[in-house]
């Protein structure tokens, strides 16, 4: 690597960086300023410095090429192992929810399906195709990956995706390939994963030109493991009746556990978050003014959806306290183990949600269910992601018949608001709230 | 059909009426896609009169097998050896998924972007139509791609006897080993139902059938590279397509005695379409019974299929798996080799398939391909386009569809291929 790009990137670090971060937390706070909504309560102090975080983490992204070796990465993907080579890691998966938010997804996706790609496929997968084509993006420009890094832990869909991008970029794609778990993780599987990471450390070695340190990848597992550990916590105050937060603010606080973990500043965030959750408890603040019922979210978010349904919901004095997707992050990586490193890294990502069988999936919902005070549950059947949406039908039946949640399946799209029907969505929700007002 | 199937569907928990609706169906369909092709090799009879038993002789004879102690096993792709299940005298049999049946019961059990496949696997079962589903002791569902992985949990739900076989999606040294764990697996879980003890002679019987069905396939692959073509692809799918119902042997022995006809024919350059005809390769996703809708556009716009690249065809028959070794290690060893040659999308990466459907579209020297995709399929939506790319540099005209099992859009396509035919036709 040139000692250019090393120099410009730590100056962006050192400098650059911190003035945009600036800048961020003051545009958030004129916005604030402005949209107040009645039905919510006062919004989270936090939010200026997760803009930041994240704003800084996508800036810094465009010097990292040349200076750090760069990889694209999939949400589920056992990043750990990454961040021992000192790899700066963009996650296309969260780029795309960005885009979604930003209401882009039918643009981008719409570059993708110029190019041949069908508009059945994934939107996040589109986007990306998008974005990698066009150059197109919100945060400016995204880095050129020296490696591509996915795992089916989630869905194989990323399989075809990456391959397309390292078709493109012409560099290589490491695969982390996890037996679906049916009933129990067998001995088989579990070797089967370490091999494979036995396998990459050489292969990481080269690209990243950094020598492989137990030490660093122990303490990256260390910082890995507490910061899903603070998650947890986070999400567990919204056990507490009024919750301090909602599901919606839970979608846009998880990007750091998504994107920058194993890093030290996921762990200092979650756990100044936490405290702010805390005081609000203790205060008995509420996230929304009203909460009269308590819902439970499946699947990812309808990104471009989240205001208006935030807003939607509080109204009627209905608080999402809990979701199966934000609860993802919480649930495995504390498997990991510094003392025996690469088996529980494989447990943490084999036996997460999208891998793992249905009964597995309807015994920790009916575990939130009880443990957050769940009135009702809205299942979001994403066209784009068929692991989470294929088995709903059969959750929301189960879970009627033996602990009475009502529920309502919405058929949207995480980002490509053309699968999205606001008319289909509103009747079927109007059904809902009426069934759950009348105690279900 | 007679009275004696009518209670033989009735016993199996059939809904009748659903069920004669179905045959009706499946039968005009079959006229009029099958019986109206001039000049059909005779050796057709044969599997015409399979098509028109499918439901009833052939069920009846697995039950008949049942009935002497026999088991019965129903799977849904290629990865499922039959080599195993032949050994302990079990009878594997494809299970249906070609056609659209109950689709709204279907949609409250799958989500609606759902592939035809699965939908119509499901709806086989929940609209009481499929003797198979119901014969079967044991229906061995396979991690192949996302929405299979996922609804065999629901299916689960819906049939007491469903095993789940796991697959690598990698093509390494520790894929294979993970593929001969699950094949060992699946060994012991096929001793355990049948009480064969599989040993040394068992497994190389089991691998002679089965290779023997291949090779027999492999014959007639060979004879469609003839121009004139000697018989049609609607045909020749259709023999691949009762590769998976029919006895082996007695299979063998049929596609063996028209391969026979139509050496004779290719020696007097006779054909089903005229010498020249515009020669089509047919890549992607498989094709079950009734599934025709595509080769019979294709074939009725004025081309000829000579080569499927799908699991109904070559790539789930090329390769045999070799009787090397003396020992059930050794034996289990050839049947992983062979299996894991299979180069299905779920792998990554996964550049032997695009080589495969170039080396075929040269040697079957078709003017074009048309890669198919089941609408949602995201492994072969996906990989069509380094397909499409691929065979273009390679400078052979590439047509991609996306389709289903319904006819709503069969003008559209036909449209779209007769502008293809046209253009390969001109080179």
């Known amino acids: 690597m040139s000692i250019a790009p090393e120099i410009r990137y730590r100056f962006m670090k050192d400098i650059g960086a911190p003035l945009v971060m600036g800048m961020a937390g003051l545009k958030g706070k004129r916005k604030a300023a402005i949209k107040r909504d009645i039905p919510l309560g006062p919004p989270l102090k936090c939010s200026k410095r997760l803009k930041e975080i994240m704003t800084r983490h996508y800036f810094l992204s465009r010097y990292a090429e040349g200076a750090r070796p760069v990889a694209w990465v ?24 960005l885009c979604g938010a930003q209401k882009l997804g039918p643009e981008l996706c719409s570059i993708a399906e110029g190019h041949g790609y069908n508009q059945d496929l994934c939107s996040y997968a589109r986007i990306d195709i998008g974005v990698c084509l066009s150059g197109k993006t919100p945060v400016g420009r995204l880095p050129r990956p020296d490696i591509l890094f996915a795992s089916n832990n989630i869905c194989q869909t990323v399989m075809y995706w990456y391959r397309v991008l390292a078709h493109h970029w012409k560099i290589p794609l490491m695969v982390f390939d996890t037996p679906f778990n049916f009933v129990s993780l067998d001995r088989s599987a579990i070797t089967y994963m370490v091999r494979q990471f036995e396998e990459m450390i050489p292969e990481l070695e080269r ?15 260390r910082l890995g493991k507490s910061s899903a550990m603070a998650w947890g916590e986070v999400l567990a105050t919204m056990k507490t009746v009024p919750s301090p937060m909602t599901i919606f603010d839970a979608f846009v ?19 100044v978050l936490l405290s702010e959750l805390k005081d609000r408890v203790s ?14 979210w499946d699947n990812i978010a309808i990104w471009y959806k989240i205001r208006d349904f935030s807003r939607l919901f509080a109204e009627r004095g209905m608080n999402f306290v809990t979701a199966t997707y934000t609860n993802a992050w919480a ?12 088996e529980s890294l494989a447990k943490a990502y084999s036996l997460v949600i999208l891998n793992n069988n249905l009964d597995h999936r309807l015994k920790l919902m009916e575990r939130l269910i009880k443990e957050y005070q769940v009135d009702g549950l809205v299942i979001h059947s994403a066209r784009s992601c068929k692991p989470y949406s294929v088995g709903q039908y059969d959750l929301k039946r189960l879970l009627m018949e033996r602990l009475a949640v009502p529920s309502v399946v919405i058929e949207a799209d995480i980002t490509d608001f053309r699968a999205y029907s606001e008319e289909q969505t509103t009747t079927r929700l109007e059904a809902f709230f009426e069934n759950i007002e009348d105690g279900g | 059909m007679s009275e ?6 009735k016993d199996l928990g059939l809904d009748l009426e659903a069920h004669d609706a179905l045959l009706a169906a499946l039968g005009q369909g079959y006229k009029d896609v099958f019986m109206t092709q001039e000049n059909r090799p005779k050796g057709m009879e044969y599997f015409d009169f399979v098509v028109s038993q499918v439901h009833g002789l052939r069920v009846k004879e697995l039950l008949d097998e049942k009935a002497a102690g026999r088991k019965v096993i129903g799977s849904f792709c290629v990865f499922v050896p039959e080599e195993i299940v032949r050994a302990a005298d079990a009878t594997l049999v494809g299970l249906c998924t070609g056609a659209d049946f109950a689709t709204e019961e279907v949609e409250k059990y799958l989500p609606r972007n759902t592939c035809a496949l699965i939908k119509s696997a499901f709806g086989f079962k929940l609209g009481k139509v499929c003797p198979y589903i119901e014969s079967a002791d044991m229906i061995v569902g396979e991690n192949t791609c996302d929405g299979k992985k996922k609804s065999y949990e629901t299916l689960g739900k819906l049939v007491p006897n469903l095993y789940v076989m796991d697959l690598p999606q990698v093509k390494t040294a520790g894929g ?11 060994k012991t879980a096929v001793e355990d139902l049948t009480g064969v003890k599989i040993d040394a002679a068992r497994l190389k019987k089991g691998i002679e059938i089965v290779n023997n069905k291949r090779k027999a396939i492999h014959r007639l692959a060979k004879l469609r590279k003839a121009d004139p073509a000697a018989i049609s692809g609607l045909d020749a799918l259709l023999i691949n397509q009762v590769f998976f119902y029919d006895d082996p042997v007695r299979f063998t022995n049929s596609v063996n005695r028209i391969c026979d006809e139509l050496e004779a024919r290719i020696a007097k350059s006779e054909g089903v379409f005229p010498k020249g005809a515009p020669r089509v390769l047919l890549s992607g996703c498989p094709m079950a019974v009734p599934n025709w809708k595509l080769p019979w556009i294709i074939e009725t716009s004025g081309a000829v299929i000579v080569g499927e690249e799908s699991c109904v065809g070559e790539r789930g028959t090329r390769n045999l798996t070799e009787p090397k070794g003396e020992t059930v290690d050794d034996l289990m060893d050839a049947i992983v080799e062979r299996h894991f040659k299979v180069d299905c999308a779920i792998f990554t990466p996964n550049p032997d398939r695009i080589a495969h459907v170039k080396e075929m579209a040269g040697d079957y020297k078709a003017d074009g391909v048309i890669h198919y995709s089941l609408q949602f399929c995201q492994p072969y939506i996906m990989e069509s386009i380094p397909v499409e790319k691929e065979l273009e540099s390679a400078r052979i005209p590439t047509l991609r569809i ?5 006819s709503e859009d069969a003008g559209q396509l036909k449209t779209r291929i007769q502008a293809f035919i046209e253009m390969i036709g001109s080179k």
């Open chain 1, 74 to 97: 999939t949400s589920g993907a056992p990043v750990e192992l990454l961040r021992a080579f000192d790899f700066y890691t963009v996650y296309p998966e969260n780029h795309g929810a």
């Open chain 1, 207 to 221: 690209i990243s030109g950094r020598k492989f340190s137990e030490k660093k990848f122990k303490e990256v597992l």
């Open chain 1, 253 to 271: 606080h998880l990007a750091p556990i998504v994107s920058l973990r194993g890093l030290p500043v996921t762990l200092e965030y979650y756990n």
């Open chain 1, 283 to 296: 205060k008995g603040i509420g996230a929304i003014v009203n909460e009269r019922k308590r819902l439970m």
């Open chain 1, 331 to 342: 649930e495995t990586i504390s498997y990991m183990d510094e003392r025996n490193p690469m």
């Open chain 2, 4 to 9: 004696e199937y009518r209670s033989m569907w």
């Open chain 2, 176 to 186: 294979r080993e993970l593929l001969r764990t699950e094949y060992l697996r699946f």
């Open chain 2, 402 to 406: 996306e389709t289903d099992y319904g």
